[in-house]
């Protein structure tokens, strides 16, 4: 029976891991730490919530059904389960996640060297997607060419930044925020959502079981051994780039009090710190980061949607997607995170609660009786979060304020659960189906 090494297994993980770290991961933690301030460490812990228990907990589900949107989705029934995916894919892949790779590597790896023109972003990104593309058609080489020759730089690259965000802080702490001097750890548990990195994670469970597939592991509990334990490393991984760059925004603020992004508070620190060498060193932080998560998102979106769309090829949708994340990405990065935030809001309801029902598949006697109205009601708050993200609160009932956490946009948690507790309880209550419905 084939087994991993322990190196080859230490790639997976870091394989893992770099899928994970792309441009949410770097540019959102900065804001997080200068907005909290004093009360740093409590957004911290909501931040990690979401930016790392959760797509460890969606690895762990992902890893015990196979490994595939399928899978997870099939108590839903095929249309539902397959709309729902549609959406998740979408969203991580060519109309959002996709294009904030290319965007973020420029504005900070390239831009500060070259300017912020728009000619000079449609030439950085049309090589940046040929790059991604050349190395997502090759998807049984991913383990070789990411997990054991770009990550390790990547990862030296980050301890460099990371040690200096705590050995060489360059300011001093602001007060936090409003809202954080309210509820640091709900702030920081929505702000995780930017991260994308649950959604990530339903995407990225195929390409981690096909990569030790790859490999020859054809036994599926060694199969879901694998894949919880990369998905542990890069958890690991994750936190300490959180901390670290949270804590780097946290005592810059007095150097950038006016940032509106994380670009400029690390670019702006980078500078301070390090000079030109800085920069340079930042610029293949981004870019490498970047790049491989595009690989990521690129192969796991053209695997998903070669099997759905007859006739289709994985080759030529890594071509398709490519190319539409292309045309994209040179809308801006202002642009992407704008579109994004209420499209994540609606969705990020709905992940949860199928991670969770998932992880609690073998309490239930039907899956389809609990899956389906506990999806719904999160797809109803995760719309009406949606709404509200618009600004167009005035159509959403008064009395969905008064629900814990509705402010904070964590109204869905409440009702959420009450459906899950009373269907669980229901369905316990009722007979063993020989057939799901």
């Not at 490994?67 to 060519?94: E, F, H, N, S």
């Not at 030296?156 to 705590?166: E, I």
């Not at 925020?177 to 702000?191: C, I, K, M, P």
């Not at 202002?334 to 969770?356: N, T």
Request: charged share 5%; hydrophobic share 55%.
């Amino acid at each position: 029976m084939q087994t991993l090494q322990p190196r080859d297994l230490i790639a997976l993980g870091f394989l893992t891991f770099a899928l994970f770290l792309g441009a949410g991961n770097i540019i959102f933690p900065p804001m997080v730490g200068l907005a909290a301030g004093e009360n740093l460490w409590s957004a911290a812990l909501g931040f990690l919530l979401t930016g790392v228990g959760l797509p460890l907990l969606t690895v762990v589900a992902l890893a015990r059904v196979g490994g595939g949107m399928d899978a997870i989705t099939a108590p839903l029934g095929r249309v539902a389960g397959t709309l729902l995916g549609i959406a998740v894919y979408l969203t991580i892949g060519p109309l959002f996640a996709t294009p904030r790779t290319a965007t973020v590597s420029f504005e900070m790896g390239v831009a500060p060297f070259v300017g912020h023109g728009g000619g000079a972003l449609l030439g950085y990104t049309a090589v940046y997607f040929v790059l991604v593309m050349l190395l997502a058609l090759f998807p049984g080489k991913l383990m070789d060419t990411v997990g054991k020759l770009i990550t390790p730089v990547l990862i030296l690259a980050l301890a460099v930044l990371g040690g200096a965000a705590f050995l060489l802080p360059a300011g001093s702490m602001l007060p936090s925020a409003v809202d954080y001097q309210q509820a640091a750890l709900a702030e920081g548990f929505t702000q995780g959502y930017q991260t994308m990195d649950a959604l990530g994670a339903l995407v990225f469970g195929i390409v981690i079981v096909n990569a030790i597939k790859d490999t020859g592991v054809t036994d599926a509990r060694l199969q879901t051994r694998y894949a919880i334990v990369a998905g542990v490393i890069a958890a690991i991984g994750l936190c300490l780039v959180y901390i670290s760059l949270m804590h780097l925004g946290a005592h810059s603020g007095s150097m950038v009090p006016e940032a509106s992004s994380g670009v400029q508070i690390l670019t702006a620190y980078v500078q301070h710190t390090f000079g030109l060498p800085g920069l340079l060193l930042l610029a293949a932080v981004i870019i490498l980061a970047c790049l491989t998560t595009g690989v990521g998102l690129v192969s796991a979106c053209a695997t998903y949607f070669s099997a759905l769309v007859p006739g289709s090829s994985y080759r030529g949708m890594v071509l398709a997607l490519s190319l539409v994340s292309l045309l994209l990405s040179n809308q801006g990065l202002e642009q992407l995170i704008s579109v994004a935030v209420p499209v994540l809001v609606a969705i990020y309801p709905m992940a949860i609660a199928l991670v969770c029902l998932s992880l609690l598949s073998d309490v239930w006697k039907s899956a389809p009786r609990v899956f389906v109205p506990v999806m719904l009601v999160a797809l109803v708050f995760g719309l009406i979060n949606a709404v509200q993200a618009i600004g167009l609160d005035g159509w959403t009932p008064q009395w969905l304020q008064l629900l814990p956490g509705s402010a904070m946009g964590l109204g869905w948690l409440l009702p959420v659960a009450a459906t899950l507790l009373a269907c669980g309880l229901l369905d316990r209550l009722q007979p063993v189906r020989q057939r799901a419905v």
